[in-house]
């Protein structure tokens, strides 16, 4: 091929990847940026100004709402990371052959549902006139209906099971690939469960765990419909504020600016959590 | 903890049980969900009333509407199966061209614009469709004010809907395909151009039938989570409802066994889905 051929070729496939993430991904959120620096003044005039952001640290309820969905979220993130660990080692290293294949599959079942469909099927079983509650009953437990939904216990309940999968995938991944040889020598030059885990199995799963933990959390993070449908009157959770205000007060302008909060929350975790565990997006990610 | 180091029997009847008690609670959820859309109780709840298929097709006797009879579900399920269809299309292209850039061309700038490529993994649904709500919303609302001009296309709407999926879709599908071409033996290539094929010919007759069972499955993942998406989805529905947000809306009302009905229904079709494309794979 000739360099101008070269840059033909080149420039097809570079127009529409441009195309898809300036104008489907760039743009609107720098548009969304730009808005929550505005301030309505009436019904056609804008100006600028930091209102929504002042708002934001004004009203108690916005920031400690923001503070509970990041300290639950990163809680989350680690409840999963301890579920989903010894899942991932056992299907990684312990199970042969067909069985291997097979748990690796049932861990994917509860994934072909929507999260619409598990958090019903958790509503199902928790709330006061639900399975949990009759089998209590039953078994004599209990006098009368027990109520288990709409509360934080709930909520984490059904986020850990929605972050499972994406937890368990890269850590299988990682695992399959330990070398058992390095195992062995842990053990031989005379490390115990603990110190071999610690020295020896986590730093080489670190690409998995951090990938593992970016996709959990960025989605508990963003959820919505296991917070609102699960939690109670106080389980808040800071997407929640951000509907209310685009979709029932119009209110795009403190919208934007609750958006662009939670944003930043999210790239400065993920940041801070790629930097401690010196980890690239590139190579967790791609 | 690996095979050939000696465990007591008790630390492997724990580490069964937490296995054991870990898939119950994979499975139960669903379980229960599937188990009630056949139960003859207006409630999905215990106790068992017998087993009954009207709330798939009872059509009004009994003040029972099923699943098949009910129009509000039946024309979300189509609202939210050609929205699937042009994410698919769109999101799956984007992604074979996008593979074939970063996977084969060297460019200045490729690290920078290979780490926006994964951007969209790390936004949150919710901000991505606030975003595209806020820009292209805001932009029909400003000329629709200063000239007077209807743009209903960037109302939200399908348009929009399909937009906003199409957004981070895309960056999955591109590392489905992207992990498969790199596997690929880049002599076959070169054997069919020195046989004489243009490179056009090649990449249809040579590469892009390696590509395709990744290409398949590239394609069945956006449609489910097309089709599942609620949290981007939600930000840009206008006046045709996705079978998601419809589902919302009902569950908030109360829920009834229809519900469940249309759960089973969504889980035997995504089943359906994953099994072709792992027996193509294989």
């Not at chain 1, 496939?13 to 300036?22: D, E, Q, Y």
């Not at chain 1, 994934?111 to 199902?124: H, K, P, Q």
């Not at chain 1, 039953?138 to 999968?165: F, T």
């Amino acid at each position: 091929m000739n360099a101008s051929a070269g840059r033909l070729s080149l420039w097809l496939l570079l127009t529409p990847f441009l195309l898809w993430i300036t104008l489907l991904v760039l743009v609107p959120h720098l548009q969304m940026l730009r808005v929550s620096f505005q301030v309505r003044e009436s019904w056609d005039t804008l100006a600028w100004g930091l209102e929504q952001y002042q708002n934001f640290f004004r009203e108690s309820y916005y920031w400690r709402t923001f503070l509970r969905t990041g300290v639950m979220s990163l809680f989350t993130t680690f409840l999963t990371l301890l579920v989903a660990f010894p899942i991932a080692w056992y299907i990684a290293r312990l199970a042969r052959g067909r069985a291997k294949g097979l748990l690796f599959l049932a861990c994917l079942i509860p994934f072909w549902a929507s999260e619409l469909v598990r958090t019903y099927g958790w509503m199902i079983l928790l709330r006061e006139s639900g399975v949990f509650s009759a089998w209590l009953q039953a078994l004599g437990w209990a006098d009368g209906p027990v109520e288990m939904l709409y509360n934080d216990v709930a909520v984490i309940i059904g986020l850990v099971y929605n972050g499972l999968l994406f937890m368990v995938v890269p850590l299988v991944t990682t695992l399959d690939g330990l070398d058992e040889n390095l195992v062995e020598a842990g053990y031989d030059l005379g490390g115990g469960h603990l110190t071999v885990l610690r020295e020896v199995v986590v730093p080489w799963a670190m690409p998995g765990i951090v990938s593992g933990c970016i996709v959990v959390f960025m989605l508990t993070l963003g959820s919505y419909l296991t917070p609102n449908l699960m939690g109670g009157k106080d389980s808040a959770w800071f997407t929640e504020q951000i509907f209310t205000q685009f979709i029932t007060r119009f209110n795009w302008e403190q919208g934007a600016a609750l958006g662009v909060l939670l944003l930043f929350l999210s790239s400065l975790i993920v940041w801070l959590g790629l930097k401690l565990s010196g980890q690239s997006l590139r190579k967790v990610m791609g | 903890m690996i095979r050939s180091v000696p465990r007591s029997r008790l630390f492997d009847g724990v580490y069964l049980a937490y296995l054991l008690a870990f898939f119950v609670y994979l499975a139960l959820p669903l379980v229960v969900t599937a188990v009630f859309a056949f139960n003859d109780s207006p409630f999905p709840s215990l106790p068992w009333q017998g087993f009954t298929l009207d709330w798939y097709l009872a059509g009004g006797e009994g003040g029972r509407t099923g699943l098949f009879h009910d129009d509000g579900l039946l024309s979300a399920l189509w609202v939210s199966a050609k929205i699937a269809f042009w994410v698919t299309l769109g999101s799956v292209s984007l992604g074979c061209v996008n593979a074939v850039l970063f996977e084969r061309l060297e460019f200045r700038g490729k690290e920078l614009l290979y780490l926006l490529m994964l951007l969209p993994l790390v936004i949150p649904g919710v901000i991505l469709g606030v975003s595209i709500l806020v820009f292209y919303s805001g932009m029909a609302n400003d000329v629709s004010r200063l000239w007077g001009l209807e743009l209903d296309i960037f109302r939200p709407g399908l348009t929009l809907l399909v937009m906003g999926q199409v957004a981070f879709i895309t960056t999955l599908a591109t590392l489905v395909i992207a992990a498969r071409l790199r596997k690929f033996d880049r002599q076959l290539e070169e054997a069919a151009l020195n046989l004489g094929a243009t490179p056009l010919v090649a990449w249809f007759t040579v590469t892009f039938p390696w590509l395709l069972p990744s290409v398949l499955g590239a394609a069945a993942m956006a449609f489910l989570m097309s089709f599942e998406n609620f949290n981007t989805t939600v930000m840009l529905t206008g006046s045709d409802t996705p079978l998601t947000v419809a589902l919302f809306n009902r569950l908030r009302e109360g829920s009834t066994p229809v519900l469940n009905a249309v759960a089973l229904f969504l889980m035997l079709v995504s089943a359906l889905l994953a099994l072709t494309t792992l027996r193509q794979k294989r």
